[in-house]
Each structure stands twice: as C-alpha cells, then as structure tokens.
Nanobody, 115 residues
C-alpha cells in the first residue's frame, strides 16, 4: 500500500523553477516531520529541507535562499518550491514522512536541470 507519493519533477533550464508535492495517504496520522532528500547519480541521498508540525524549517546550506518548504496539514501534503535551479540540483527527490502511525519514503521524482 502506497503511503507517500511525490510529484512535480521534470526537466528545467538553469535558473528555472519547479514545485514538488508530497502527498501522504489519509491513513497516515499525526505527521510530525516531513522532509525532502535528494540523490544525485553516483552519490548518497542527502537532506535538503524539512518542516515540523510546529512550522519550523531546516534547510541544507546548498539550497538556503533558493528552496522553500511548506505544508498543508489538513491535506497531509507538503511542498518544495525550488527557484534558481542549478545543474547540481539534478537528482531524484524523495519525500520522507515521520508520523504517529507510520514513517517512510515515497518512490521519488526526477528533477533534471540542464540547458
């Protein structure tokens, strides 16, 4: 049973923008932390951004000032607005959810930044 689904990836030129969406199923209750990770080809998965139920956020230094994480708790949905994209932002973006009754990963969405 799929609990978390990411969407919104695609191909974009350097300097462009994308908005990723992470949707958790209604069966996932009490999300305390929702975060985004990125895995570039041949590299380890790395933390990009996270948001707590309180609304406080954390960002990797590499994306501060360019990416914005947000969430709609009523809809069990999170977003990652990515502006000023660079070729080094290319990779598969994964959503991770920590909730009262479940924790885990989505299947990922590909983001490619290229001219």
């Amino acid at each position: 049973q799929v609990q978390v689904v990411e969407s919104g990836g695609g191909l974009v030129h350097p300097g462009g923008s994308l908005r990723l969406t992470c949707t958790a199923s209604r069966s996932v209750v009490g999300i305390s932390f929702m975060s985004w990770y990125r895995q570039a080809p041949g590299k380890r998965r790395e933390f990009i951004a996270g948001i707590r139920s309180s609304g406080t956020t954390d960002y990797a230094d590499s994306v501060k000032g360019r990416f914005t994480i947000s969430r709609d708790s009523a809809e069990n949905t999170g977003y990652l607005q990515m502006d000023g994209l660079k070729p080094e932002d290319t990779g598969v973006y994964y959503c991770n959810v920590e909730a009262f009754n479940w924790g885990g990963w989505g299947q990922g969405t590909q983001v490619t930044v290229s001219s």
